[in-house]
């Protein structure tokens, strides 16, 4: 099949499939035909896409636009499809991770209503559309449409137990912050086409090769991949985002949706890096992320939130090397992490599934129930916190060689990494080593084959992935491909050592209080338990946005309709006063008739 | 028969049948109702189709002189502007001749206002007589009295404050008061366009009504022009929701039976949004020039305070109705740019938000029948009871919030573009942020009304749609959804259309302005 068609097909039939399981209500009242049906479709378009990827890598490239929106009787927007070797492996990593999670899925929510069952695959596959159309985007505006449509479907599969009122917030929540920073995309998009009367990749990157944008329009393009891929201040939903399906924060808050804010740097980098001073700014933006999150994580209790706030973490690396200039060691890290976070989110279900509970200090012991899923967690660790052999030693080390022009930058980001291994070690420590501290510790049990299945691929692919760093550089064409052991790799290595030798030596079976934290720790713990950040976040909604609007509620019912109520007042008022005149009596009106007639004849004898 | 007098005929020729139909024959009257509707919807998907797109300008011309001396006559035309909202008002009139179906109560007179109402929108769109244009502008206008006045809901407001011994006489919230308010409020504004056509027809030498024969003819002076635009303005804008002159539209709408809030707020504010433009600015290029920066901030106070009396309201009828302030603010600011993408967006966004806010009241209603309040505070968990009232209500927002993919998204982006390209770029900031007030509080209603735990025992016999209860929802959702991916449908014709009038306020072709945009 042509490439065009195979594009095509990649990005509508996750759309039709949607299209069924959603509205046929035959389908849809049966989750798990749903579920099949869905699973089967992003299936199919792995395969499409493992094609595409071939041929891409074969040298082969693919544009082709429709007219979205005219202007003036021109093309003001397009709708595009776009292969080439940016696109190419995205597609790979979003349809190959989105099957394994649905495959996954169906076994992990079968005990869910058959009807809800239908509605979370529906969104799945909604998903899986939106992203594919996202990453084949051709120019700014689609991937914007795409982007938002993400957003939706993200809001949408952390409400999906609606009924919670947490998982209400959270997805609400979720959805203010990603608008709040597509505002700013938006005006970013807007100023963009202002200035260079295009937003289609090619075209724009000749044009600002000529006139580099400003550092505010490139910095609000920004603000919104701060708000997707969770950098700070804009990341306060991510860890609220947990409240979703465990197999949901694997694919859309770990692995795919995230990263599309990291994909934006890498497809328009460009135009990022027309501007050096803004360049600089997302590089420490970044770096500070990293460093952030990853203290935060050394604190948390809940495994899906150390997760979560790893994901923070490492989306900060993307973009701290992004901002160094290291678009190929971004996009490899992406690919990477989408593998290794995506294992470790579905491994955590799979103990979630088992023990019953997301907190860590109820675990311990695992280890002797769940054999297979202490593996694949522990290749997921040691992927996360680099060890050569595993697929993070590679990327992390690409990450880390980016920056070390930048002295600062690049000890925050050793330093991170040894805090990642740090409190992954704690994580995997604390769940499998030692003794079950709770009844559902206790009784855990493994989790079938539909589960561990897609477990195994991704273990396989967190750890060979590494290996293809150079293949991955010429297909890309992002930068020139040679992967060497250099000082900064030793040091990393290091320190990834330390960390997973101090979580065994603080958190391990001979500590004497495994859960707790220990006490160099004692000033996150305290600065996490505050949630400054948060709290900023709910007085600007309680106090200015409510109270604004209770202001202007008030005004406009009291001041600008009392001007219009006053009218009506008078003249309710004035006809009840002149009602006192009309008597309904003869005389009376007589009375008042000659009154007038002897003061007019008054008056003309006067005036005349 | 002429198509474009079809369409207009047709509800009126409903409602006459309906009239000599017997008291008691329920099912012929809402058989009828829908019938002469759903001639109109296809008249326009004829129209649309007959259009010559490629050729543009006013087509499928037709003057029937009525008084010769004074220059009246039934001229009816369409053009790429009139297409959609003809499109708009027979989906909108079809949808709401079937959210009427539980009406019960003189239901035989209610469908007949209902059917001479839009008998006067449909008139208003394809007029190009300014005499029967304010002809059909009136006949769509009074109707609403009675059909509030009878039909409407009685929910008092609370009033506190200082003001409220003076307030407490008006009974505000009643159904009376909303009536009352709409119509003389709505008159005002009827004063003013009144005056301002007069006005354009005396410069034009007291010949011709004609709009497309007045523009040949007509001498205005721009001393003049400066205030025969206001009065236009005005008088138009206080029917498309003009700050100050808004406040009949929360408590008329919210006093309003479903299917006349759908019309209303549906179609109805679009009336005086497009005799804004099609009036004012394109017969007065010089005063909407000088007027623009006056019209483009009042437009952006509409956008901002709009959305932010939006979130203070705790009625969900209030809600809906105070975003439609908002909402019609998107479309006046992108008038109020003078730039292609504005006006694109601007018409584009009369057709949205129509489609949008019939959605909005048609579930508003559903709800309320279901559940027998308004109350936003007290609902809660309803998704579990009415889940696919649930999933359209959702859409409705996202589309009110511009969500890529729906048809709000393509209008708002387009007016928000024009208006950075507009003389005044900073225009586009109070857009953005009316948007993204309305994810606050749309988003907020949505998670009240219908995620949550279900409060057990408040709520007896709650049920989703069913029946004919699907009709109107559904097919309003599919608009939504059709028009956000394939804006095409209606934009090029309304791009053609646009070029056209715009030329005519800057007084040089907007066509071939700027290079090739996308090779």
């Not at chain 2, 129209?47 to 009525?66: E, F």
């Not at chain 2, 209603?365 to 559940?371: C, N, T």
């Amino acid at each position: 099949m042509k490439s065009q068609a195979l594009l095509l097909l990649v990005v509508v039939l996750p759309a039709l499939c949607a299209g069924v399981t959603g509205l046929i209500p035959y389908v849809r009242r049966r989750g798990m035909l749903a579920g099949t049906l869905s699973s089967l479709t992003v299936l199919a378009t792995l395969v499409m896409s493992l094609v595409l990827l071939g041929r891409a890598n074969g040298g082969e490239k693919v544009i082709v636009n429709v007219q979205w929106m005219p202007e003036a009787g021109k093309t003001l927007a397009e709708f595009g499809l776009r292969l080439d070797g940016i696109s190419a492996p995205m597609l790979v990593v979003v349809s190959l991770v989105a099957a394994m999670v649905q495959i996954y899925s169906l076994s992990y929510l079968h005990e869910e209503p058959s009807e809800s069952l239908g509605r979370y695959f529906t969104w799945h596959s909604l998903f899986v559309f939106s992203m594919q159309a996202l990453v084949v985007s051709t120019n700014l505006m689609q991937l914007f449409g795409a982007w938002e449509l993400v957003g939706l479907c993200s809001y949408l599969l952390i409400g999906y137990w609606w009924a919670k009122p947490s998982a209400g917030k959270a997805a609400v929540k979720a959805f203010w912050v990603n608008k709040f920073g597509d505002a700013a995309f938006l005006i970013a998009i807007i100023l963009f086409h202002a200035q260079y009367k295009t937003w289609d990749i090619d075209a724009l990157e000749n044009q600002v090769r000529v006139t580099p944008p400003g550092a505010l329009v490139v910095l609000l393009l920004f603000m919104g991949v701060m708000s997707k891929s969770a950098q700070f201040p804009l990341h306060v939903w991510l860890p609220d985002a947990m409240e979703g399906p465990t197999p949901v924060s694997a694919l859309l808050h770990a692995a795919t949706m995230v990263a599309a804010g990291v994909y934006l740097l890498v497809r328009f980098f460009p135009v990022f890096a027309a501007n050096a001073d803004a360049l600089t700014v997302i590089m420490y933006i970044g770096i500070f992320t990293a460093l952030f999150a990853a203290l935060t994580a050394t604190v948390q209790t809940d495994v899906k939130k150390v997760l979560a706030y790893s994901t923070c973490s490492q989306l900060g690396y993307m973009v701290a090397a992004v901002g160094a200039g290291g678009k190929l060691a971004a996009y490899f890290h992406l690919t990477t992490h989408a593998f290794f976070k995506a294992l470790l989110f579905l491994a955590a279900g799979s103990i979630i599934h088992g023990v019953h509970s997301n907190e860590l200090p109820a675990m311990g012991g695992l280890w002797k129930k769940m054999k297979l899923t202490t593996v694949l967690f522990g290749i997921g660790v040691l992927a996360i916190a680099g060890i050569p052999g595993f697929s993070g030693f590679f990327s992390k080390d690409l990450v880390l060689e980016q920056l070390e022009h930048h002295t600062v930058v690049w000890v925050v980001g050793l330093l991170t990494a040894g805090l990642t291994a740090y409190y992954m070690g704690k994580a995997f420590v604390l769940a499998f080593a030692g003794e079950a501290r709770s009844d559902g510790a206790a009784h855990a049990h493994e989790s079938g084959l539909l589960m561990t299945g897609p477990m195994v691929l991704l273990a396989v692919l967190a750890v060979v992935a590494g290996f293809f760093a150079n293949p991955f550089a010429r297909l890309t064409h992002l930068a020139e491909p040679g992967f060497h052991l250099t000082t900064t790799g030793i040091l990393a290595l290091v320190l990834a050592l330390g960390g997973l030798g101090a979580a065994w030596l603080f958190h391990g079976p001979r500590a004497k209080d495994p859960a707790a934290v220990p006490g160099f720790l004692a000033p996150v713990d305290a600065l996490v338990k505050a949630g400054l950040v948060d709290r900023f976040y709910e007085w600007s909604y309680r106090v200015v946005m409510l109270g604004l609007a209770k202001i202007i509620g008030w005004v406009d019912r009291y001041l600008v309709d009392g001007v219009m109520n006053l009218f009506g007042w008078v003249a309710l008022e004035g006809g009840a006063a002149l009602r006192v005149v009309q008597t309904g009596r003869a005389p009376d009106y007589v009375f008042a008739v000659v009154v007038g007639l002897v003061a007019l004849m008054a008056w003309g004898y006067v005036g005349g | 028969m002429h198509l474009l007098t079809l369409i207009v005929l047709a509800p009126f020729i409903a409602a006459m049948v309906i009239i000599a139909l017997p008291d008691r024959a329920r099912a012929a009257t809402r058989l009828v109702a829908i019938t002469g509707a759903g001639v109109s919807l296809a008249g326009a998907i004829a129209t649309i189709l007959q259009y010559d797109l490629a050729r543009g300008g006013l087509q499928m011309q037709k003057v029937v002189p009525l008084v010769p001396s004074l220059g009246i006559s039934y001229a009816v035309a369409v053009d790429g502007w009139s297409l959609s909202l003809l499109l708009l008002t027979g989906i909108i009139l079809f949808a709401g001749c079937w959210a009427s179906w539980t009406v019960k109560d003189r239901d035989r007179d209610f469908y007949v206002l209902l059917l001479v109402l839009s008998a006067g929108v449909f008139g208003v769109f394809v007029s190009l007589d300014m005499f029967v244009f304010f002809l059909f502008y009136e006949i769509a206008v009074l109707p609403m009295y009675l059909l509030i006045g009878i039909w409407g809901s009685t929910k008092k407001v609370e009033i506190q404050g200082p003001l409220a011994p003076f307030l407490k006489r008006l009974d505000i919230g009643g159904r009376e008061y909303a009536a009352m308010k709409l119509t003389l409020m709505l008159l005002m504004g009827s004063a003013f366009i009144l005056v301002g056509i007069l006005a354009l027809y005396m410069a034009g030498g007291g010949k011709t009504f004609n709009m497309e024969l007045l523009r040949g003819n007509m001498v205005m002076s721009r001393d003049t022009q400066l205030w025969v635009f206001p009065a236009l303005w005005v008088g138009f804008g206080t029917l498309a929701g003009l700050f100050p002159f808004h406040t009949w539209s929360p408590d008329g709408h919210a006093a309003a039976p479903t299917a006349v809030s759908m019309l209303h707020a549906g179609v109805l504010m679009k009336l005086g949004a497009f005799g804004v433009i099609r009036v004012g600015m394109v017969m007065l290029p010089e005063g909407a020039q000088a007027w623009a920066l006056v019209v483009g901030i009042v437009a952006s106070i509409n956008v901002v305070y709009g959305a932010f009396s939006a979130m203070s309201q705790k009625d969900l009828k209030y809600i809906i109705a105070y975003s439609s302030v908002s909402h019609m603010g998107v479309v006046m600011l992108g008038a109020a740019t003078l730039t292609v993408s504005g006006w694109n967006g601007a018409v584009f966004q009369m057709f949205a938000h129509g489609i949008m806010t019939g959605a909005f009241f048609a579930l508003v209603g559903l709800i309320y029948e279901k559940s027998h309040t308004r109350d936003v505070a007290s609902m809660g968990g309803f998704a579990k009871f009415m889940p696919g009232i649930s999933v359209v209500f959702t859409l409705g927002c996202l589309s009110s919030l511009g969500l890529p993919g729906t048809a709000g998204f393509v209008a708002e982006f387009l007016v928000f573009l024009g208006a950075y390209k507009s003389a005044h770029g900073w225009w586009m900031l109070p857009g953005i942020l009316g948007a993204f007030i309305t994810a606050i509080y749309v988003l907020k209603a949505t998670r009240q009304i219908f995620w949550g735990p279900f409060p057990e025992g408040r709520f007896e016999h709650l049920e989703d749609a069913r029946g004919t209860e699907w009709v109107a929802i559904s097919m309003l959702a599919v608009c939504l959804v059709l028009f956000g991916f394939w804006p095409n449908l209606a934009l090029t014709g309304v791009d053609k259309a646009t070029v056209e009038y715009l030329s005519r306020v800057v007084g040089t072709s907007v066509a071939a302005a700027g290079p090739a945009l996308v090779p």
